[in-house]
């Protein structure tokens, strides 16, 4: 099947630092990258949309200062988070569509990143 | 709305035994079915699918699910159930459109008991 990296897996960051999660699909083109978060003993929950070449959507709630979203390739999508505070610390988890499967929606879900700010 | 729900937070099984986890969406559209398994700390791995055909889906590790459209239900089931399965299981339901995203569960917590 098809696999989806996410770098780092886990990174420790001070508050009001910057931190860059890569997101890479390793052996397909990934037209769409999602971005979720998922906070301990919760679901996952949409983020934003990016697809390769234009401009993320973001879902309501999310503020798109802070969570900068830059798709520049069909195999690497990032997302950095800006000024980092504690209320940041969380699981992010991407996501990649593969546009050569067709019409199915089926997303490949990387491994996840922990995020913690102190 | 679109909305996924798993009406069972938690649930404990006795090792061998058989486990149902529940799953009931709300979609507009003709929806795509997925099941997710969690182990603490780690990504999502893709149990099973369901885009059309066969009602009944089969999975990997043993597990099955049977979508039913005129319940909305999309329930995971597994015959015995090994201590290594306890994780968190998520529902979650798609549309075949580009650039659309998975609505999301909030998930059942399994526990194995010996």
């Known amino acids: 099947g098809a696999v989806v990296s996410q770098h780092p897996s886990r990174v420790i960051c001070k508050s009001g630092t910057s931190v860059k999660i890569e997101c890479r699909s390793l052996?397909?083109?990934?037209?769409?990258m999602f971005w979720y978060r998922q906070f301990p003993k919760q679901s996952l929950m949409l983020m934003a949309t990016?697809?390769?070449?234009?401009?993320?959507?973001?879902e309501q709630g999310v503020e798109k200062d802070k969570f900068l979203i830059n798709h520049a390739s069909l195999t690497l999508s990032t997302l950095t988070v800006t000024s980092a505070h504690p209320e940041d610390s969380s699981f992010y988890i991407c996501?990649?569509?593969?546009?050569?499967?067709?019409?199915?929606?089926?997303?490949?879900f990387g491994p996840g990143t922990r995020l913690t700010v102190l | 709305a679109q909305s996924v729900t798993q009406p069972d937070i938690h649930i404990t099984v006795s090792e061998g035994a058989s486990l149902e986890l529940r799953c009931n969406y709300s979609?507009?559209?003709?929806?795509?079915l997925f099941w997710y398994v969690q182990s603490p700390g780690q990504g999502l791995q893709l149990l099973l699918k369901?885009?059309?055909?066969?009602?009944l889906v089969q999975g990997i590790k043993g597990f099955e699910a049977e979508f039913k459209r005129s319940q909305s239900s999309f329930n995971l089931r597994k015959p015995s159930v090994h201590w290594s399965d306890a994780a968190e299981y998520f529902c979650a339901v798609g549309a075949n459109q580009a650039g659309t995203a998975l609505i999301f569960g909030k998930g059942t917590t399994l526990s194995v008991s010996s």
């Open positions: 979609y507009g559209a003709t929806p795509y």
């Open positions: 996501s990649a569509r593969d546009g050569g499967m067709g019409s199915y929606n089926e997303q490949f």
């Open positions: 990016s697809n390769e070449g234009s401009k993320a959507t973001y």
């Open positions: 052996d397909f083109q990934a037209t769409t």
């Open positions: 369901y885009f059309s055909g066969d009602t």
